[in-house]
């Protein structure tokens, strides 16, 4: 049987840096260019062969057989280090225990107070900015994701100071968790700058975050919030729930799955709308019909098909994870070919999302795609799936959706320059340098002309 040294090499490697190089100068190019190479590719991280699957139906059957490929890889080696085990990086065997230690934090009694924090907050940000302001829109949306995350997990508004260091360390993490991914473990060790602020960010967050959990643990009340939620969870028989240790683990990990990505499509999703007026428009309709003068709230969202058909499309251009690995912990037959234990196995739900022979116009924002039930949901991962499927995922389509809205029904959107929006590639995709200029509602758009920006039609970057 053909083992992983028959699977097709990516080319441009480096016998030293394996495909470093490609992967630092173009990420996203190199890991869509690999799906012409055939349903697996074997490319090189350092001195570790990688076998990334470029074909659905193979990441389906890696993604529904958790046990054998689970999780693992650079990308959560280095999640290890600052979220040590919690949800999202903790292997098969934890992972039952503690998902189920966690789905009380997401009930859908839960759901409606997390919605009205929400709403609250993104309406206190919208009415904050001034008519033909120019936003640093990824700023902006990370102050929001920050605060929403913070409320709903410790009810009351950290400090502005503790939450602007929070936020400024997990920059440095997301930043750092790239980095450190595709180099070689050697060099994660030297004591450059960048690996002393990484550590430095670690310690910080942990330290401030353990505080706050040894505190919380010592008032037993239910402040209606994640913590409380994830303090007072026992097991099924009654058993013990988390441990301090896993507590903190936990907590970081919410705060880091709830802020950065969400932020993203958020920004990305506004972007987005600035360059397809029309989109906006339909959905500003939408919110203002559905609202009636009042709030956006929980009860809302079953009568938001546009704007979440928005969400959805923002997320398919641009999946907030655009490459997830697994490592197999036994030996495994993958198509055909026989991968030795430990082998990493990666995916790009970036590369998969735009492939011209799962989706028409895959490089277009077309809302309206979703409409359509017909649509394949096997190739569309942007939360992953089977048993490892993001357990956030409603808490994040729910604040995206409700703070799409809430900006739109006060602001139109519109570029101020006509340059081409990178994205940068860090463990997330984040827009590089994105400005929007918002204008009243009922005004007239300042320095662009709205009918020219509602033909335009957004072409992937």
């Known amino acids: 049987m053909p083992t992983i040294q028959d699977i097709p090499r990516a080319p441009g490697g480096n016998p030293l840096l394996g495909h470093a190089g490609p ?53 959560f080696e280095r999640g290890r280090e600052a979220l040590g085990n919690g949800l999202i990086t903790c292997p098969h065997h934890d992972h039952r225990r503690l998902r189920r230690l966690s789905q009380p934090a997401f009930h859908p009694n839960r759901m409606v107070g997390y919605a009205a924090v929400m ?51 997990f920059l440095v993490l997301m930043t750092g968790f790239f980095r450190r991914m595709i180099t070689p473990p050697l060099l994660n060790r030297l004591p450059s700058r960048g690996n002393r602020d990484y550590t430095r960010a670690i310690e910080r967050l942990r330290s401030t975050v ?5 505190a919380r643990r010592a008032d037993e009340s239910d402040h209606g919030d994640l913590l409380s939620a994830l303090c007072g969870a026992t097991g099924p028989d009654g058993s013990p729930g988390r441990t301090e240790t896993e507590l903190i683990d936990e907590v970081l990990t919410f705060l880091l799955a709830g802020t950065e990505t969400t932020a993203a499509t958020l920004s990305w999703a506004m972007h987005l709308l600035s360059q397809n007026q029309e989109v906006e428009r339909q959905v500003h309709r939408e919110v203002e019909a559905v609202r009636s003068g009042s709030r956006l709230d929980f009860s809302h969202l079953g009568e938001l098909e546009t704007t979440g058909n928005v969400i959805k499309e923002t997320l398919r251009l641009y999946p907030a994870v655009w490459m997830l690995t697994r490592v197999t912990s036994a030996d495994a037959d993958l198509d055909g070919y026989v991968l030795p234990e430990g082998t990493i196995v990666a995916f790009s739900p970036y590369a998969i999302h735009r492939r011209a022979d799962l989706y028409e116009r895959a490089q277009s924002f077309v809302p309206d795609r979703w409409r359509d039930a017909s649509v394949v949901q096997d190739s569309y991962l942007p939360f992953s799936a089977g048993a490892r499927k993001c357990m956030g995922d409603r808490f994040a389509l729910t604040q995206a959706t409700l703070a799409l809205g809430t900006v739109v029904s006060r602001w139109r959107l519109a570029p101020v320059t006509d340059e081409p929006l990178r994205p940068s590639v860090k463990a997330s995709l984040t827009p590089r340098r994105l400005r929007l200029r918002v204008t009243v509602r009922g005004e007239r758009p300042v320095g662009r002309d709205s009918a020219e920006g509602s033909a335009r039609e957004s072409e992937g970057e």
């Open 119 to 169: 709403t609250e907050l993104a309406d206190d940000m919208a009415s904050g900015w001034r008519d033909g302001q120019v936003l640093d829109v990824v700023g902006e949306m990370m102050a929001l994701t920050v605060e929403v995350t913070v409320r709903t997990l410790f009810t009351d508004s950290l400090p502005r100071a503790t939450a602007s260091q929070i936020t400024d360390d």
């Open 23 to 75: 992967l630092v100068r173009d990420p996203l190019d190199f890991v869509s260019s690999l799906t012409g190479h055939g349903p697996l590719v074997r490319m090189d991280m350092g001195t570790k062969n990688v076998v990334v699957v470029c074909d659905p139906a193979l990441i389906r059957q890696v993604l529904l057989d958790d046990r054998v490929f689970d999780k693992g890889g650079p990308l």
């Open 210 to 214: 353990g505080s706050i959990v040894a």
